[in-house]
């Protein structure tokens, strides 16, 4: 089984990177089931019902966010009725949504996706080694490919939950930070890792705002506005490979395209 996860798509133009490259890779790589964070795909930040039914009929079976989740107000009540769209599963019970969820691929062939968030330098949320526990035995039961996407800030505690869930789940996947790390690897009990996927968007920004903007505030530590960037776009990306049997990874590969690239690939496929 072949699994695309895409990083933090952030604004315009990651949802049409993303569009444009779902099809390509699907093909390319032979994906047979695609999940991405949306959590700045609306505007670059959060999310709304549109934009998230853009990115679903574009090809994407489950949708995983962050601490901006609830930046769009309509988020509260469209995560209701949206299951595949998850928020972090450490916030507290009563919060709207759920942070699993468990997709039916072909005849028993399930996934489990679980979100989780970190707490250093992040919001106050529970424990996401224990949480993520809890979600874990809750999906069990139905399947053995679980994908955690773990939203955190610091290498550190991504790291750590890599190893704290080596053997149990096929993947541990960083989101957040929006820059893509060269760290991708198979740990030793079969869970793939990488501490950040990357961001899906302008990557002529500082992570994916315009650049004058945030440079202005670094230099003078006055308020500035910051808009969603527009220049080079590229998809960041994993493909991960994993057994539908044990769970266990065999492989993780990153992709880094722009739009050139992709269109070079949809030549070799010619």
């Not at 089984?1 to 133009?13: Q, T």
């Not at 224990?130 to 955690?148: D, G, N, Y």
């Not at 773990?150 to 096929?170: I, N, P, Y």
């Amino acid at each position: 089984m072949k699994i695309l996860f895409i990083g933090d798509i952030v604004g315009k133009p990651g949802r049409k990177i993303t569009q444009k490259a779902i099809p390509l890779l699907i093909k390319y790589y032979a994906v047979d089931f695609t999940i991405a964070n949306v959590e700045n795909a609306a505007g670059g930040l959060g999310v709304t019902q549109e934009v998230a039914e853009s990115i679903r009929d574009a090809g994407v079976h489950i949708m995983t966010s962050g601490n901006h989740i609830w930046d769009k107000k309509e988020a509260l009540s469209y995560i209701e009725l949206e299951p595949r769209l998850l928020r972090p599963a450490n916030y507290p019970p009563e919060v709207p949504g759920k942070g699993r969820y468990v997709a039916k691929i072909s005849g028993n062939n399930m996934v489990a996706v679980i979100n989780i968030m970190g707490r250093i330098f992040m919001n106050p949320l529970d424990n996401p080694f224990h949480v993520v526990r809890k979600e874990i035995a809750a999906v069990l039961k139905e399947t053995r490919v679980i994908i955690v996407d773990f939203h955190a800030e610091a290498t550190s505690e991504k790291r750590a939950m890599g190893w704290h869930l080596d053997g149990q789940v096929t993947a541990v996947v960083g989101t957040h930070t929006h820059v893509q790390t060269a760290d991708e690897q198979v740990l030793p009990s079969g869970t793939a890792y990488i501490t950040d996927v990357g961001m899906t968007g302008p990557h002529d920004s500082i992570i994916g705002v315009q650049i004058r903007p945030v440079l202005t505030r670094f230099l003078n530590g006055m308020p500035s506005r910051f808009e969603t960037a527009t220049e080079h776009p590229r998809i960041n990306a994993v493909i991960i490979t994993a057994d539908q049997e044990t769970g266990k990874a065999s492989s993780i590969e990153r992709i880094n395209l722009s739009d050139q690239d992709l269109e070079l690939l949809e030549d070799r496929m010619e």
